[in-house]
């Protein structure tokens, strides 16, 4: 069963294995010599940083740091007591950090560690020795390809390690903000494509990991998050060097735009023209107290992505919208080779908007009306057609699966999604804006959803949990909307409709409490509201 399985493992297995007198000696065995090279590990670092923790108050390492004995070429746990008043070479530190996270990724300090020891800086104090000649321009430890080689290889022990998700994260923003503040002040298309290109392959290999991890589990949500994180950066870049063609030569710009390679769609590039604002938060923080932080104020102030010229000129962008088209086309793939998939239908949920948005501007460039606003009417026609084609999708879901909660949830999503109400968010016009044939419209779809529900539930012999709520939920919207019908002068109001309905609404409720008696209170609940 499903429950059996943890992580990819069976769990009845894997304590069977435990209960085996030699594999619990050899894993003991195994813990002992981890933890042993963990305690040279720290003990190196404190004599590094002159006893003192990372942050204020760190010190340097000595001016001229003896050079390592060729003893020291290998880390073992032997090293504390022969280094008593000794500096470690950077590379060897590293070697262990790699050493101990390949057998287990999940200790955060140790990533701190190593990333500590990649930046060769604490406090703006060196520590790297003068005499290490494998470093990169910049004079740190870090290279890319050594450290998604090793998070890849700790992923694939434990897929669910935060602090290997979390130094991927960070590798790739430092990697290209690095390469990308190196890059020169005249502007060069043949440069500019180039870095396009470089920037893109690196962020394509990265989907494509993580298409290979969510084959493995498509539900790791924390490959999901990252496969977020590795979108912002895509978008941002993308948006980066529009910015350096748009602009000609660089110094033609007032500043450079900065990279908030933070994982984020930031806020005001995504403001639409339906007054929504689609937003994904940041990942990693950027506004650290300290020296930097004036630094990370600038990347916030100058992102290229903050600063573009608005989501409707974005998503007009053939390689910006692919991008995005990309992602939606994932997550159909991924529901409809598992309708449980919870994580698909979340992330769908954060893309719908931005699919709404372009078809909306595509509407809007057409001949016969790039010389017009879109009117409200028209651009709820788009909503419908959006929303008609999502609740078709679900539905095969929910008559597949009808007691997978998973489907339902985003049923109910759309439900409320499609509501012409929702075009008059974050605006000061009211319902008095909704015309009569819009909510017409919104309220024939939830007649044809009840009566689709009403088949499965009586398909189901009237024991469909699922369905019974989302019939509630359908039928409670109606009443609300039948309530204004002095204001809307829909049809179909009648006081007997209004009275079947309630009569229906009822008996989802009455069932309810039969099959579902763990909930009874809140049944109750709903009915008194």
């Given at each position: 069963?499903?429950?059996?399985?943890?992580?990819?493992?069976?769990?009845?297995?894997?304590?069977?294995?435990?209960?085996?007198?030699?594999?619990?000696?050899?894993?003991?065995?195994?813990?002992?010599?981890?933890?042993?090279?963990?305690?040279?590990?720290?003990?190196?670092?404190?004599?590094?940083?002159?006893?003192?923790?990372?942050?204020?108050?760190?010190?340097?390492?000595?001016?001229?740091?003896?050079?390592?004995?060729?003893?020291?070429?290998?880390?073992?746990?032997?090293?504390?007591?022969?280094?008593?008043?000794?500096?470690?070479?950077?590379?060897?530190?590293?070697?262990?950090?790699?050493?101990?996270?390949?057998?287990?990724?999940?200790?955060?300090?140790?990533?701190?560690?190593?990333?500590?020891?990649?930046?060769?800086?604490?406090?703006?104090?060196?520590?790297?020795?003068?005499?290490?000649?494998?470093?990169?321009?910049?004079?740190?430890?870090?290279?890319?390809?050594?450290?998604?080689?090793?998070?890849?290889?700790?992923?694939?022990?434990?897929?669910?390690?935060?602090?290997?998700?979390?130094?991927?994260?960070?590798?790739?923003?430092?990697?290209?903000?690095?390469?990308?503040?190196?890059?020169?002040?005249?502007?060069?298309?043949?440069?500019?494509?180039?870095?396009?290109?470089?920037?893109?392959?690196?962020?394509?290999?990265?989907?494509?990991?993580?298409?290979?991890?969510?084959?493995?589990?498509?539900?790791?949500?924390?490959?999901?998050?990252?496969?977020?994180?590795?979108?912002?950066?895509?978008?941002?870049?993308?948006?980066?060097?529009?910015?350096?063609?748009?602009?000609?030569?660089?110094?033609?710009?007032?500043?450079?735009?900065?990279?908030?390679?933070?994982?984020?769609?930031?806020?005001?590039?995504?403001?639409?023209?339906?007054?929504?604002?689609?937003?994904?938060?940041?990942?990693?923080?950027?506004?650290?107290?300290?020296?930097?932080?004036?630094?990370?104020?600038?990347?916030?102030?100058?992102?290229?992505?903050?600063?573009?010229?608005?989501?409707?000129?974005?998503?007009?962008?053939?390689?910006?919208?692919?991008?995005?088209?990309?992602?939606?086309?994932?997550?159909?793939e991924k529901i409809e080779s598992n309708f449980s998939n919870?994580?698909?239908?979340?992330?769908?949920?954060?893309?719908?908007?931005?699919?709404?948005?372009?078809?909306?501007?595509?509407?809007?460039?057409?001949?016969?009306?790039?010389?017009?606003?879109?009117?409200?009417?028209?651009?709820?026609?788009?909503?419908?057609?959006?929303?008609?084609?999502?609740l078709e999708m679900v539905q095969q879901a929910i008559f597949?699966?009808?007691?997978?909660?998973?489907?339902?949830?985003?049923?109910?999503?759309?439900?409320?999604?499609?509501?012409?109400?929702?075009?008059?968010?974050?605006?000061?016009?009211?319902?008095?804006?909704?015309?009569?044939?819009?909510m017409q419209t919104y309220v024939d779809i939830l007649k044809?959803?009840?009566?689709?529900?009403?088949?499965?539930?009586?398909?189901?012999?009237?024991?469909?949990?699922?369905?019974?709520?989302?019939?509630?939920?359908?039928?409670?919207?109606?009443?609300?909307?039948?309530?204004?019908?002095?204001?809307?002068?829909?049809?179909?109001?009648?006081?007997?409709?209004?009275?079947?309905?309630?009569?229906?609404?009822?008996?989802?409720?009455?069932?309810?409490?039969?099959?579902?008696?763990?909930?009874?209170?809140?049944?109750?609940?709903?009915?008194?509201?």
């Open positions: 069963t499903k429950r059996d399985i943890m992580h990819g493992r069976n769990r009845v297995k894997y304590k069977a294995q435990l209960a085996n007198p030699e594999v619990a000696a050899n894993l003991s065995k195994k813990a002992l010599t981890w933890n042993a090279l963990t305690k040279d590990l720290l003990s190196r670092r404190q004599q590094n940083f002159g006893g003192v923790g990372v942050g204020v108050g760190a010190s340097a390492p000595p001016s001229a740091p003896p050079v390592p004995s060729p003893s020291d070429s290998t880390p073992t746990a032997t090293h504390t007591s022969t280094l008593t008043h000794t500096y470690t070479d950077p590379t060897i530190l590293l070697q262990l950090t790699e050493k101990l996270l390949t057998v287990n990724p999940d200790p955060s300090h140790l990533w701190n560690h190593r990333r500590e020891l990649l930046l060769g800086k604490v406090n703006g104090s060196s520590t790297v020795d003068p005499t290490v000649t494998n470093r990169a321009e910049d004079g740190s430890l870090f290279t890319v390809g050594d450290e998604l080689a090793l998070t890849a290889t700790c992923l694939q022990r434990n897929p669910k390690a935060y602090g290997a998700w979390f130094h991927r994260k960070w590798c790739l923003r430092h990697h290209l903000r690095r390469i990308n503040s190196n890059t020169s002040t005249t502007c060069d298309p043949n440069t500019d494509d180039a870095e396009r290109v470089r920037d893109s392959g690196l962020l394509t290999g990265e989907l494509a990991l993580c298409s290979k991890f969510l084959l493995m589990d498509n539900r790791n949500f924390h490959c999901w998050n990252f496969r977020r994180f590795v979108v912002g950066c895509a978008l941002e870049m993308t948006s980066y060097h529009m910015m350096l063609n748009e602009n000609g030569s660089r110094h033609d710009m007032a500043e450079k735009p900065g990279l908030r390679l933070d994982g984020s769609w930031n806020n005001s590039a995504f403001q639409n023209e339906l007054g929504g604002v689609i937003t994904m938060g940041p990942q990693i923080a950027t506004s650290p107290s300290g020296q930097n932080a004036k630094e990370c104020e600038n990347e916030l102030s100058t992102s290229a992505l903050a600063n573009s010229h608005g989501c409707c000129l974005r998503l007009r962008d053939g390689t910006w919208f692919q991008i995005i088209q990309n992602e939606w086309d994932f997550t159909t919870c994580s698909a239908f979340h992330y769908r949920s954060k893309l719908i908007p931005l699919l709404l948005q372009h078809r909306i501007d595509q509407k809007q460039r057409s001949d016969e009306k790039q010389h017009e606003l879109i009117s409200l009417e028209e651009r709820y026609e788009e909503v419908v057609l959006l929303a008609r084609e999502e597949t699966e009808p007691d997978d909660q998973t489907a339902w949830w985003y049923h109910r999503f759309m439900i409320v999604w499609a509501s012409p109400s929702r075009l008059l968010e974050s605006s000061t016009s009211d319902d008095s804006c909704i015309s009569q044939a819009m044809e959803e009840a009566e689709s529900i009403e088949e499965l539930v009586e398909a189901e012999d009237g024991r469909c949990k699922w369905g019974l709520l989302a019939c509630h939920m359908i039928l409670g919207t109606l009443l609300g909307l039948y309530s204004k019908n002095g204001d809307l002068g829909m049809a179909g109001t009648e006081e007997c409709v209004i009275d079947e309905t309630k009569r229906k609404a009822e008996e989802c409720l009455n069932t309810l409490t039969l099959i579902d008696s763990d909930r009874v209170v809140r049944y109750h609940g709903l009915r008194s509201g």
